[in-house]
Nanobody, 114 residues
Framework: QVHLVESGGGLVQPGGSLRLSCAAS????????MGWYRQAPGKQRELVAR???????EYADSVKGRFTISRDNAKNTLYLQMNSLKPEDTAVYYC????????WGQGTQVTVSS
């Protein structure tokens, strides 16, 4: 069973940056797709960015050019570098891995406000 723990969220001013991390317990094969999702109050959970089995990367249109997803397979860790943050990026951010079953972390709050 895979257990995911996100960290790195917090309060940041518009235009600022944050780096989220998602540490996975157990061995996560590099072929397993992993991704970041977010859910704002009153809205459905949505894809932010993901790395597919072959290594291709997909971003939501709203974060293209501002966010960068990466993974360190040796550390079983997924990252999300978020730059030029906007108030509309405020949400709880979740990481996920699909290893045949889909595992989710508990989420980390990101608040962008002046």
């Amino acid at each position: 069973q895979v257990h995911l723990v996100e960290s790195g969220g917090g309060l940041v001013q518009p235009g600022g940056s944050l780096r989220l991390s998602c540490a996975a317990s157990g061995s996560i094969s590099s072929i397993y797709p992993m991704g970041w999702y977010r859910q704002a109050p009153g809205k459905q959970r949505e894809l932010v960015a993901r790395i597919a089995t072959g290594g291709s990367i997909e971003y939501a249109d709203s974060v293209k050019g501002r966010f960068t997803i990466s993974r360190d397979n040796a550390k079983n860790t997924l990252y999300l570098q978020m730059n030029s943050l906007k108030p509309e990026d405020t949400a709880v951010y979740y990481c996920s891995v699909n290893y045949g079953l889909v595992a989710w972390g508990q989420g980390t709050q990101v608040t962008v406000s002046s």
